[in-house]
């Protein structure tokens, strides 16, 4: 497990945080729909930033940076309207697959303010005992109608990950291999890749991070798929898409 060290300045001293990244090619459940037990093995897991870590194990913070949960959107409006995306007739931008709305992030003002938002949650975090942060829907701008650009979303992950490390936490890239080196040259760590496997991708994550790459994957056969390709050094699990619960009649997990 790699430890690295940060520089942070406090007031009139200069304080060391360190943080540590997943361990390569470790058991792993991806629980960002649902906490519960983690299967026999698992030692890292990723969990809801309202969940609690789980006892023992690496966890890894879930954080929709980029977009709102779903029952977010009403705080958003009532506190923070002017930081969620509309287009020219004034209507909100939505990612319509998850019901989730656009951040904007599209000035360095608006950044700022939603950095604020953010490395407030990193703090929590922090506080529950999270050792790394999962910031979400870096790839937003795709959905943005063209009002958002990738250098909008780099530029707003270089105000939260130094704060991450700060607060003693790794920071990954989530998704988006059109980022190439830049989301490391802006901090990330390590890579948590959906379906890498299933879209050919995993080399992609691979080349920037090293063997520090997660992989979730939804159907057998991309799972097999990838495990095939990078079971022996990739942390890779199979998982049903809404990530449910043991007990639910879609949940499904396997790992290799």
Known sequence: MAVLAVIGLGIGTADA???????????????????????????????????????????????????TQPDEISWW????????????????????????????VSTAAKRTAVAAIVNGWIDGCASKGFKAVEP????????SKGLLTMANAVALLQLIAPHAHDMGLAIAQKNTT??????????????????????????????????????????????????NGYGPSLSIVLRDVNVTAPGSRTYKYDAC
């Open 178 to 227: 059109a980022l190439g080196t830049a989301g490391k040259n802006a901090g990330l760590d390590f890579a948590i890749a959906e379906e890498c496997g299933r879209y050919n991708e995993c080399g992609a994550y691979t080349s920037v991070y090293g063997n520090n790459v997660i992989v979730i994957e939804y159907t057998k056969n991309a799972f097999t798929k990838a495990c």
């Open 77 to 104: 409006q009532t506190n923070h309207d002017d930081l969620l995306l509309k287009d020219a007739s004034g209507k909100y931008v939505v990612d319509g697959t998850w019901g989730e709305n656009l951040i904007d």
């Open 17 to 67: 945080a360190t943080y540590t990244v997943p361990p390569a090619n470790a058991k792993f459940d991806y629980q960002i729909g649902a906490a519960y037990t983690p299967p026999s093995g698992v030692t890292v897991v990723s969990r809801d930033r309202t969940a609690t870590p789980a006892a023992g194990l690496y966890n890894i913070c879930y954080v929709n940076v980029f977009q």
């Open 136 to 143: 979400d829907n870096i790839d937003s701008y795709e959905r």
